[in-house]
């Protein structure tokens, strides 16, 4: 029997309303008898999340580096992908990532202004040819974002970058969103309930394709 396991990823800037929308893709896909495996990124194995408390911390006297960012995403994907990821798949579970690769384009490429031919280099290194069968970009205005991240608590290293790094992430997202046929975009510029509805619109167009 061919096994038909899918990945599904949730992508957008800080507080577009990631958390809520795992939370309610996962209960649409139990319900739709799918067992379901949930990661994040940065994270998800006990390695993965360190370099995520590496990535996301405040260090003192120490700049953290554009490369050294970038080669911590990328340890954290490929710990996450060889140990959780494509083991769960391969046992027939579906698996919801918070935040993939389409992240380390946004926000490296397009904030970090790190350029396409290294990412190419290190997604075909970490990923070959892995790629998620459907992803939702929850698209927020990084002003709106980032006042929802504030409300939630404590800003993170990333988190205190300038408006202008999140404005760059955010063109950059909508540009691979618009680009790739296996991406809905979802405007999160509404209520939550407003929100939810599309999510569910798309993920019942993706069950029944
Ligand atoms: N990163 C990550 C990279 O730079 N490169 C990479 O390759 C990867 C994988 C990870 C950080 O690392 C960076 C990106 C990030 O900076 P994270 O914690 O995983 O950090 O991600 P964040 O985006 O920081 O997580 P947030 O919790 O801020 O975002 P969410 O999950 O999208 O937001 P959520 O759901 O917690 O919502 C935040 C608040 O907004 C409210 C919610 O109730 C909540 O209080 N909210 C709304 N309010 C009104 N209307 C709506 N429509 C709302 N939607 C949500």
């Given amino acids: 029997m061919q096994n038909s396991a899918k990945f599904i990823v949730i992508e957008g800037l800080e507080g577009a309303g990631k958390s809520s929308a795992v939370a309610l893709v996962k209960q649409l896909i139990e319900n739709a008898g799918h067992s379901l495996?949930?990661?994040?990124?940065?994270?998800?194995?006990?390695?993965?999340?360190?370099?995520?408390?590496?990535?996301?911390?405040?260090?003192?006297?120490?700049?953290?580096?554009?490369?050294?960012?970038?080669?911590?995403?990328?340890?954290?994907?490929?710990?996450?992908?060889?140990?959780?990821?494509?083991?769960?798949?391969?046992?027939?579970?579906?698996?919801?990532?918070?935040?993939?690769?389409?992240?380390?384009?946004?926000?490296?490429?397009?904030?970090?202004g790190v350029d396409n031919a290294m990412l190419k280099a290190l997604r075909d290194i970490t990923l070959k040819n892995f790629r998620p069968d459907f992803t939702l970009y929850l698209d927020v205005e990084p002003s709106e974002g980032l006042k929802r991240a504030r409300g939630r608590g404590e800003l993170d290293r990333i988190e205190h970058e300038h408006l202008d790094f999140f404005v760059r992430t955010r063109q950059r997202y909508l540009a691979l969103a618009k680009a790739d046929r296996h991406c809905a975009i979802i405007d999160t510029m509404q209520t939550m309930e407003n929100v939810h509805q599309q999510i569910r619109h798309e993920i019942s167009l993706f069950l029944a394709a």
Wanted: proline share 4%; glycine share 10%.
């Fill in 37 to 112: 495996v949930t990661t994040r990124e940065p994270g998800g194995t006990p390695m993965a999340e360190a370099i995520r408390d590496c990535v996301k911390q405040h260090w003192v006297d120490e700049t953290v580096t554009i490369e050294a960012e970038l080669l911590l995403m990328y340890a954290a994907r490929a710990q996450l992908l060889h140990n959780v990821i494509l083991p769960a798949m391969a046992q027939g579970h579906w698996v919801l990532g918070d935040r993939h690769d389409m992240s380390s384009q946004a926000y490296q490429g397009g904030g970090r």
